[in-house]
């Protein structure tokens, strides 16, 4: 391309970045309300900038593409398909969700509301470039993009030593993994000679390549493997979970829950099934020969649901007690990654959509819980019912569709997923995921039984804000509504794969 | 003549930069990641990438390094080793090592790299970059500018914060 | 001995000497240089393959420069951090900073 088209691309490119854009004006517009000195602990005005800018970003990316393979744009270095669609809506609405807690959140000091912000909204505009790119390059810039900012955000809560320990573990585990995968694109960009992904998966698929060593495509892989794990937390690069989550701010946990971790699947079906497979028919994928990754990515979905729900059982604290259950998940969800076929990767989106409504919910009333006197220790949820009832039944719906039971959004996932692996044959996975399931049980119905049915510990008042309140019933109705009315959203995750 | 710039690069890249990761005094450790910077910059000069030589040396050895020789000074005493990492032992590590390690040597000699037949004459790489930058990508140097700027906002608020507390 | 291989091969090396480092040091700092030796073998490998694979000679440049952007900022934030965590620990004299065990 010549530099006048490069030009001419770049600007026709503004008309699919509605998404970048108004994140890119939101973060200009808290930057520079932000310097204002008088409006510097004005927690509710950043709130409505940020809500605003969100909004914004939000109907910018309603906007769907049409049949077909979606629009390059940017000189090529994006595609606007539902794919990335889908993801961006999925990040702006964690991203309002974790603003709206930590407005209400005492653990963000007032004079530190506007920086919370504005790292979100850039964590937030990170995830949306990752999931629209398809260039190694931008690639690694928006997964850096992502992480740098998130390392920060954990960083915020500096009046414990935790807080900064925990951000100290999270860069150097990060800025290890991301290292790896760094060397793993190397690899893969001096096999093909190029950095745009669709061509590198041609290449790497085509027959050519068949002959080729399976030293070099193994330690691509799990190079890959690497950066990714650690993006959703799962085996072997689990271990910084806990105590990250325990260590941040309450709201930035459950931030990092759900949007990092959305996004790490995001960019792990991206790379995976356009580098490492390629399409076979009309619903499956074929992977390449020199790998069986799905094998590997089956083995480690296993390990890691089956570590996540053990862990979780000896948890006091509900903080930690929810980041071994967001490992477990990472596992469920991986689950649908090995399968290989489109009712694979749907079942993962639809469960990350319903994952994003309940442990958002549940981390919002984990932030509802603090503050007052409470705490995150389990005793502090004994008896909690007959003070904040409302919060407590609004608990109980997050962890019952945690767990998988009927009438709740988190069932219909699992069906979804199970049935996805259960159609594939990889029986033996099905069997671990439903004791997984059972396991998970055990943990979850233990702080409800806290919550319901034993005394009261430690008497304090949970002060539970209107908003609060709101943002949890927010979450709580499409927990609800998802369980017995989910063929909307189904029918719109099957248009995007 | 070359040959012999190419070895010399090479054994300031590897040699110093096993004290690097051997080395139990952290300060001699730093010092010797200058000679492994070095190193690097001569070895881009030769790849062809005269102007990343340079950035080599400005960012990496008067940047990254010197920021990093700060952080050892500053947190000399601290007890900042006991934070446990909870990685696996040296000897695992070890042998993970040498498993990657023997992988690449597989790696690199059996596979059939798409090698370009005939080299292009090393030119002056500066005017191509900035065409590039500022062409096919302009959105890449545009997220970069961003996420340094949220950087800068962000490592501000942390040590503002400990400010504060003093 | 001036030819991709070679380069490959030293790439190689430093990212091992790297990955050791990071799995061996129990110092955060060292750890932290460690994780730079690996960068710099990622951006030797890149180089390498623009010079002797691309067809089209800046792509890996570009990408080196960002690389350096990128760890340039994640030195800067670990150092904070580092930093602040020890003006903590010095002003509350806490004896150590490992709390935090899953």
Wanted: aromatic share 14%; proline share 3%.
């Amino acid at each position: 391309m010549d530099l006048v088209q490069i030009a001419r691309s770049n600007l026709e490119g503004f008309r699919y970045a509605g998404t970048e854009v108004a994140l890119c004006v939101l973060i200009v517009a808290l930057l520079l309300s932000g310097v204002i000195l008088p409006f510097r602990k004005n927690r509710r005005l950043f709130l409505i900038i940020s809500m605003l800018g969100l909004a914004l970003a939000m109907t910018a990316s309603l906007k769907q593409p049409g049949a077909g393979k979606g629009v390059r744009y940017f000189a090529d270095l994006f595609l606007w398909d539902s794919f990335s669609v889908f993801f961006k809506l999925f990040f702006v609405a964690a991203a309002a969700f974790t603003i709206l807690m930590a407005q209400m959140n005492r653990e963000v000091e007032d004079y530190e509301f506007n920086e919370c912000c504005l790292l979100v909204v850039s964590v937030t505009l990170g995830m949306v470039l990752l999931a629209s790119s398809v260039d190694l390059l931008m690639i690694y810039l928006a997964f850096e993009t992502m992480s740098l900012l998130s390392y920060l955000l954990v960083g915020i809560r500096f009046r414990e030593a935790r807080g900064g320990e925990a951000a100290l573990k999270y860069v150097l585990y990060g800025a290890f993994t991301s290292g790896v995968m760094l060397f793993g694109f190397s690899l893969v960009y001096g096999l093909a000679g190029t950095t745009d992904i669709m061509e590198i998966g041609r290449i790497l698929n085509s027959a050519h390549m068949a002959g080729q060593n399976r030293a070099l495509f193994v330690l691509m892989v799990l190079f890959f493997l690497a950066g990714l794990l650690f993006k959703t937390a799962s085996f072997p690069f689990h271990i910084w979970c806990p105590d990250v989550y325990e260590g941040a701010p309450t709201p930035v946990t459950a931030f990092l829950s759900v949007g990092p971790k959305a996004a790490g699947f995001a960019v792990f079906i991206r790379l995976f099934y356009t580098l490492f497979a390629r399409e076979v028919g009309d619903q499956g994928f074929a992977a390449i020969e020199q790998v069986d990754w799905p094998a590997i990515v089956a083995v480690i979905s296993a390990i890691t649901m089956s570590l996540g729900n053990l862990s979780a059982i000896h948890q006091d604290n509900v903080k930690r007690l929810l980041a071994y259950s967001s490992i477990a998940h990472a596992g469920y969800l991986l689950m649908g990654i090995a399968c290989l076929d489109k009712l694979g990767l749907e079942a993962v989106a639809f469960y990350l959509v319903v994952y994003l409504f309940m442990n958002l919910g549940a981390f919002a009333v984990v932030t509802a819980v603090n503050n007052g006197e409470g705490g995150e220790d389990i005793r502090f949820y004994r008896g909690l019912s007959a003070r904040a009832p409302m919060a407590c039944v609004a608990m109980a719906v997050f962890l019952f569709s945690l767990i998988g039971i009927p009438p709740f959004a988190g069932f219909v996932g699992k069906v979804f997923l199970f049935s996805a692996v259960i159609l594939k044959k990889y029986y033996w996975l099905a069997i671990v995921a439903a004791i997984n399931t059972v396991i998970s049980l055990y943990y979850y119905v233990r702080l409800i039984k806290a919550m319901f049915i034993d005394q009261a510990e430690v008497s304090f008042e949970p002060r539970v804000s209107g908003v609060s309140y709101a943002v949890i019933g927010a979450l709580a109705l499409p927990t609800l509504v998802l369980g017995v009315y989910w063929q909307p959203l189904a029918a719109f995750i099957e248009s995007i794969f | 003549m070359k040959n012999f710039a190419f070895n010399v690069f090479v054994i300031i890249t590897l040699i110093p930069s096993f004290w690097v990761a051997l080395s139990s005094n952290i300060v001699h450790a730093a010092f010797s990641l200058f000679f492994t910077f070095f190193g690097v910059a001569g070895l881009y000069v030769l790849l062809g990438a005269d102007f990343l030589g340079v950035l080599q040396v400005l960012v990496y050895i008067s940047g990254i390094l010197v920021l990093i020789i700060f952080g050892v000074m500053m947190t000399q005493r601290a007890q900042m080793e006991h934070i446990s990492t909870r990685l696996p032992g040296r000897f695992a590590g070890a042998v993970l090592s040498v498993l990657v390690f023997g992988g690449f040597m597989v790696a690199v000699y059996k596979t059939a790299w798409p090698k370009l037949t005939e080299l292009p004459e090393p030119v002056p790489t500066t005017s191509e970059i900035g065409n590039l930058l500022l062409g096919k990508y302009l959105i890449p140097f545009e997220v970069a500018s961003v996420l340094l700027l949220a950087v800068l906002v962000g490592a501000a608020l942390i040590v503002r914060q400990s400010v504060r507390k003093e | 001995m001036n030819s991709l291989t070679t380069y490959l091969l030293i790439a190689a090396m430093l990212f091992t000497i790297g990955l050791f480092g990071v799995l061996r040091r129990r110092s955060l700092i060292a750890m932290l240089i460690s994780i730079e030796l690996m960068l710099n073998a990622a951006s030797i490998n890149f180089l390498a393959f623009t010079k002797f694979v691309s067809p089209d000679p800046a792509t890996g440049q570009i990408y080196v420069l960002l690389i350096m952007g990128v760890a340039a900022a994640e030195v800067a934030i670990a150092l904070a951090i580092i930093i602040s965590l020890y003006r903590w620990l010095r002003t509350i004299d806490i004896e150590r900073a490992d709390r935090l065990r899953g």
